[in-house]
């Protein structure tokens, strides 16, 4: 157990993330109503807004207006995601109220690229080389490689540890090329493959071939086994997690309409907490922001926690 | 990783605990229907029905046309619940189609010992030792202790290892006294409590002052952390778990309306298989009888391998 992390980073996707698998267009307002609301609960790291063209993702056409209309707190680095110059410089208008910083992106699954990226790996690396080049002249640090479908890909099956590790020395060639100082690296269970053991073996090949890369991990809870990876990742003293409110969200191109999303943020720090990890989060304020979600949304989010409730009155009155 | 389990052996309670919750009466034909469909994935044993007091719990007063109607495959133990001598005999009316082996049963918090089994922990002592009585005269062995509200209780609070353990203690000196053989313990997280490190404390505590006990685990996911909490049971080398079809349940007693259930059987099974852990369960079996337990309570249930799906038709594609 020597392992565990103190404290872990957690990175709040809901805003982001969240909304793009609902049928219905989110209403700005609510967005900037949900932002303010996880801003209660204090996340260290929040990704509240994507610039992606409105033709390709209609639901984010008015990334300025949330952008420009939540109340950022002091403390919490508000972040957007981006994939081109067009979205970086629509991005950059907004540095005195967002953290700009550069990642590069890269799918495990030769298939999945295809479907999500619309490049196979080739076309990709190019592809990032290009967006290096363009942070570059905007100032714009690259520290940070994402990697999708790290554990199985829907379209392609199972992921071999040798298969990401494979993409992963190519975009750490890449980066190094290019003089980016990667720091960190996110290892993406995009469409929910990921168990225990398979977490334990990927990170640990990991850390062997970068001692000094942080790890990330991005988890879904597609088949239920969502919680249960973050024990594992936390157990081999991963620090930094993605996760979303509720449990919303929910990858849209890996063909599974009606699956649950990302893990549910408020479970991963009830998670930490219990076992006496810090994440600075607020546990009963993150659960009024994944009510306020499930309101937007009109549908049972899959949280358990946010229906079960914490343990905060039951102590209180014990 | 080496105390991980080969094999484990997973009791399916979704016909007897998980309908308790529901609000409408169950159809008996739909409880008799979810039973033979649960046998198509042959679990090594399954819970089918509790014989208590029609006016405690109406919703079983067809235990009888239950326990007459299913049909009893090779290969699996059916079992049935009793509380009193009463229960008992209704039981053993089914002997041919029971498996019918005593346990005695405890509540590891006071307050929840009241309210659940309506005795405190002394007169609980009392009415032990007379079920136990019943049992020998019926020739039935008491094998099983199971502890109640093993790692807290929404009435009381944290359950500390020792005083769950005190209470333990009550029990084994009971079941020597009256000369039964237990052979294995349930620690039951009744309302939702546990979390893996609490899991580890208690499981090893039980472990190095009764080493030849098996021990198993019952576990809620009330509050998203009930896969997380198997897991560490796993890892302990836990290899007997209770878990209800589709994550159906939860504890009528518990003051929580609403709450989720126990941990879904199909992400056990899912979590054990991708991990190399065989159960005997056939998945997608189980997968289709999950599906027929959320058209009869007509809600969603709380399982998400359940609306995410198994791998399994995507590796065939792959």
Redesign the interface.
Known sequence: ?TDLPVRIEITEEGPREGFQIEKGPIATADKIALIDALSAAHPPRMQIVSFVSPKLVPGWADAEAVAAGFTPRPGIAYTALWFNAQGLSRALAFRDRLSITGSITFAASEAFSRKNLNRGHAEQMAAQRALIATCRSAGVPVERIALQAAF???????VEVAQAMAVLEDAMALAAEEGCAITKVTLADTM??A????I?RLVGAVRERWPNLAVALHLH????????N???GLRMGVAMFDAAVGGLGGCPFAG?P???GNI?T??LV??AH???IETGIDLDALLEAAALAERIVGR?L????L?????TR??K??
């Not at 199985?152 to 199972?158: E, F, I, L, P, T």
């Not at 899959?302 to 926690?305: I, K």
């Open positions: 157990m199985g890909c829907n379209y392609a099956g199972d929910g493959w168990d225990p053991l398979h334990e809870d597609t088949r239920g086994l969502g919680i249960a973050a024990l594992a599974q009606g699956a649950p549910a408020e479970e009830f998670l219990e076992m006496g049972r899959p949280s358990n926690l229906h079960g409730g914490s343990l039951f102590r009155a014990a």
